[in-house]
């Protein structure tokens, strides 16, 4: 991922880049820092940047023009115009973990970083995609509010941190601040560790964590615990309503990952901000049209929709072109044991190089864009027999396992069966619930998902790949 800061003050930047993680990152490939000094680009022969604001007032402003070429110096080596301009102003929308996580997908981003009382308004809305803040005060100028963001937005890029699990447990995760940790000594200045820490007892130490980050959020983010309890209540009725057919919905909550957009007794919407989806449940008919409402506008884009009702669709065509609808149903793997695995396979996670045999043989997702994506999440995993790829399976955007292929000289040897065993440990190893969609006539694959003793769900769900219609013709 590459950062490209437009700066009066690149020596900032480049100081800032060449220690700890960040350090280690550039100087391992995972990211890139390119600090564009904004006064190479003045025509002033004293490389003069600002002026007096028309109008009067205090203080000086930094000119359009050097602004506007230093971005497009940028602009003209990436060869496209389509990337994210970040503005660093007290007057933007605040940054925060979920900005974060979307912005590490991105391949470029450009910062903007003002000085003085700030830069003229006609080239912020000539090149300007995002107005960010970090906070409601007063900085001198844009690099430190840059490199915080910077900062937060690389350690989610794969690679960059050593232990990628880390990105995924700590404060914010799930609308809970991070419970207390210790370290050696057992005792210090008469303060000793909790006693529960040393037990041994994982499921004791999880169930410690989490009543301690339950308490420190309600005492310190009343606003993040409430939150927090609205989706634990959301959960409960889910369970309660149907386990297995809700669990899309479930985990994406309890992971941290779905806002609950809307939720009443009639219906429910979670949005997996990560996955750019949405998953709709009715519990009662009445409730579809409102439902169908609560789903945000994505202005004529794509949109993929996972409903769980078939009288949904219905209510759906009157917003949406229904492009292709997929009948599925969940596998839900509801032990906490750990499954068995073959000891004459190896399983190591893929990289970008196996990119394209990934594609000769998996065909269900043909967008290379996406299983690049997951490539370079970790989320693919290899089968290896004597050293050889037999095949692999992963673990997709919104958090199911799948695209499980095993290549055909290698069937019939159990390697389906233990690439999914090994996902599954994966996932309880992180403490969720292990859960894949399986076409509803892929016997084979129902076959397989009760052998390994996941649970099928009863009724079907349905993927949805939908556009939405112009307003004036939307029918409700």
């Not at 794969?158 to 700590?170: Q, R």
């Not at 939720?263 to 997996?272: C, E, L, P, T």
């Not at 009445?286 to 609560?294: D, I, L, P, S, T």
Request: aromatic fraction near 8%; include cysteine; proline fraction near 3%.
């Amino acid at each position: 991922m590459n950062f490209h800061i437009l700066t009066l003050f690149p020596e900032m930047i480049l100081q800032g880049s060449e220690a700890s993680i960040l350090g280690r990152a550039v100087k391992n490939g995972h990211i890139a820092l390119h600090a564009v000094d904004i006064r190479d680009y003045t025509t002033n022969k004293h490389k003069k940047v600002d002026d007096y604001p028309y109008g009067g007032g205090a203080g000086m402003l930094m000119q359009a023009q050097p602004v506007f070429d230093a971005y497009q110096s940028v602009a003209k080596k990436l060869g496209r115009k389509d990337t994210r301009v970040i503005y660093m102003t007290p007057q933007g929308k605040r940054f925060n973990q979920k900005m974060a996580r979307e912005l590490a997908g991105e391949d470029e981003l450009i910062f903007l970083c003002g000085h003085y009382e700030g830069i003229d308004e006609r080239v912020l809305e000539e090149i300007v995609t995002d107005y960010v803040s970090i906070g409601d005060y007063v900085l001198t100028g844009g690099e430190l509010p840059a490199m915080v963001m910077i900062d937060s937005i690389a350690r989610l890029v794969p690679g960059v941190l050593n232990n990628e699990a880390s990105a995924d447990f700590e404060t914010f995760h799930n609308d809970l601040l991070e419970y207390p940790q210790y370290s050696r000594p057992e005792e210090w200045k008469g303060k000793k560790v909790p006693q529960v820490l040393l037990s041994g007892d994982h499921r004791k130490i999880s169930a410690w964590r989490l009543e301690q980050s339950e308490i420190r959020t309600r005492e310190r983010r009343p606003d993040l615990y409430d939150k927090y309890t609205e989706k634990q209540q959301a959960v409960k009725v889910l369970l309660k309503k149907d386990k297995f057919l809700y669990i899309d919905m479930i985990e994406s909550m309890r992971r941290g990952r779905g806002e609950l957009l809307h939720a009443n007794r009639n219906g429910m919407v979670v949005w997996d901000d990560m996955a750019d989806i949405a998953m709709l449940a009715v519990f009662d008919g009445e409730g579809a049209e409102e439902v169908v409402h609560a789903l945000p506008s994505k202005k004529g884009n794509e949109q993929l929709i996972i409903v769980h009702q078939e009288t949904l669709l219905k209510k759906l065509e009157g917003r949406f072109h229904i492009k292709k609808v997929t009948p599925v149903k969940h596998a839900v793997y509801t032990q906490k044991v750990s499954l068995g695995l073959s000891k004459e396979i190896t399983f190591r996670t893929l990289g970008l190089e196996h990119l394209g045999e990934i594609m000769a043989h998996y065909h269900m997702i043909p967008d290379e864009g996406y299983m690049k994506e997951r490539l370079l999440a970790g989320d693919i995993i290899g089968a290896f027999v004597q050293d050889r790829l037999a095949g692999f399976a992963g673990t997709h955007q919104e958090g199911s396992i799948g695209m499980l292929e095993v290549y055909e000289e290698y069937r019939r040897m159990g390697i389906a069966a233990s690439l999914e065993a090994y996902l599954i440990n994966i996932h309880l190893a992180y403490g969720h619930t292990p859960y894949g969609d399986v076409l509803i006539d892929n016997e084979a694959s129902l076959r397989l998902q009760e052998k390994l003793g996941l649970c099928i769900s009863k009724e079907p769900l349905y993927w949805l790949t939908a556009v939405e219609k112009e307003r004036k013709n939307l029918l409700f």
